[in-house]
């Protein structure tokens, strides 16, 4: 069974970077089937795309976040990673990793449980 | 950017009504259009792809149409499980992806 799990701080200063590691078990990161990708959810608001990567290397972001986003992938530890920089409070949020097979569809089939990130100093 | 927008927002219906959600595009996204429910602090469910198609293990009460920029996801028979808010997610082939902001659904 495939899971996903999101670790790293829960507490990140102003103008700061946010860094999460996504550890993907029960299934190879580097399957040319599948793509990973990251989505936040601020405190009772709506799920947002942050971007996307495939084992390969090649990223896909949100343009209204590129300028401040990273996504790289460790295929030998079977993971991947998100870095925000420069993070404001407006960046607070539940952040999710996610899989997404590499159909013509774009969906995410399997989701991480997510981890919460404050903003604040 | 193509914006989405859900209606209602929140919605409360009885045990076994009938309920409908709808989800527009700002412009045709063809069938680019998935739904997910998301109940109270957990991760997002895929439930129905490609506007129509219900992803495998879902429950054969939620379906999903439409085309172009008018979306429509039902769920034939609610049931307590049920609770939760549902999101519109569409998908163009730059790729970026949009969420909707999401319809809450309660038990009347």
């Known amino acids: 069974q495939l899971q996903l799990q999101e670790s790293g701080p829960g507490l990140v200063k102003p103008s700061e970077t946010l860094s999460l590691t996504c550890t993907v078990s029960g299934g190879s990161i580097s399957s040319s089937s599948y793509y990973w990708g990251w989505i936040r959810q601020p405190p009772g608001k709506g799920l947002e795309w942050i971007g996307s990567i495939y084992y390969s290397g090649s990223t896909y972001y949100n343009p209204s976040l590129k300028s401040r986003v990273t996504i790289s992938v460790d295929t030998s530890k079977n993971q991947f990673s998100l870095k925000l920089s420069s993070v404001t409070a407006a960046d607070t949020a539940v952040y999710y990793c996610?899989?997404?097979?590499?159909?013509?569809?774009?969906?995410?089939?399997?989701w991480g449980q997510g981890t919460l990130v404050t903003v604040s100093s | 950017d193509i914006q989405m927008t859900q209606s209602p927002s929140s919605l409360s219906a009885s045990v076994g009504d009938r309920v409908t959600i709808t989800c527009q595009a700002s412009q045709d996204i063809s069938n680019y259009l998935n739904w997910y429910q998301q109940k109270p602090g957990k991760a997002p469910k895929l439930l129905i792809y490609?506007?129509?198609n219900l992803e495998t293990g879902v429950p054969s009460r939620f379906s999903g149409s439409g085309s172009g920029t008018d979306f429509t996801f039902t769920i034939s028979s609610l049931q307590p499980e049920d609770i939760a808010t549902y999101y519109c997610q569409q998908y163009d082939n730059l790729p970026r992806v949009t969420f909707g902001p999401g319809t809450k659904v309660d038990i009347k």
């Open positions: 996610a899989r997404r097979p590499t159909t013509v569809t774009i969906l995410f089939d399997y």
């Open positions: 490609d506007a129509s």
